[in-house]
């Protein structure tokens, strides 16, 4: 072979290494990508997932940190996953988190601008707070540093599950979303309905049986409040109701109440006030309670624990225990609700 022949040869095997080298890295590439694609939605750990645009993030929520006075942009799927895990005990079963979680993010959806526009006024610019009056959100950190490091990442692990498992589902009544899907804590075995505890008639939010509650920590509370206490306080609220210590045993009477037990309305004094509002004053568990008068005390017995309209979340975890799958939950307690797949 002559040396031209032997360079012109050496070129040609040169080249063809080149592309050999260089369809073989961009095929590997191309695979790997490919691969990836396929570990992020088939076998990641969900305890390493965080939702983004790439995970199935949805849209951006503005919600306000009442702690550091600031309002942050999120997905909403991880928006969703700290209000699960804030607002429901990770020990419930899988379905119940996944029922909190359907109608957590619908609540989210129902104060965001582009959907229900209920927006929250305690932060500027924000769609939603992250407490009690909205949902408490409680960030990944906050919620791992609260468990004991034997059980957190399976607890985690379970809250992201119930929000994987439900990715983009809400309640929706009448083809639209549902803009009050409000849940509470614990029911005295009855949902109350919306229109007799907050005057709105909202057709999904009526009283429903709320069976095996009574194991809730919270289904039964006493408040024990001296007459001069008690005297004190209502008279603050209502200077109306002329109360006085001596004869306040006297002076309240509870007049009327609802199906679920929560009380309709109470005489304190000349003034006849909603259980409601008794509750808010005294800082009651529920409005559905009972007086009883010793020499020098009131006892208030509380049943339930919150406002008693919509979702229970202890009566959620029963139904999940007995077998019963997340939209059972949602469709029990929001009557005539679908649970869709939200097109953002
Ligand atoms: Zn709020």
New binding site residues.
Partial sequence: MSKIVSIFMGGILFLFLLSILIVGIGHNDIEKDINIDKIDKFIIKPNNISFDSNNGGGPIIKV?ISKDKKVVEMFLEEYVRGVVAGEMPAEFSLEALKAQAVAARTYALSHMSKYGNQK???GEGAD??D?V??QVYMSKDVRLNSWPSKTKGELWNKITEAVLGTEGQVLTYNDKLVLSPYYFSTSSGRTESAIDIFNVDVPYLKGVQSKGEEISPSFKSTKKITYSELVKKLNASYPKAGLTTSKVKNQIKILSSYEGGSVNNIKIGNLTISGVKFRNVLGLGSDNFTLGFDSKNISIVCKGYGHSVGMSQWGANVMGNSGKLYKDILTHYYDGVKVEVMKY
Wanted: glycine share 0%; proline share 0%; charged share 10%.
């Fill in positions: 306000y929250c006024n305690k939603i707070c407490t009056h909205c």
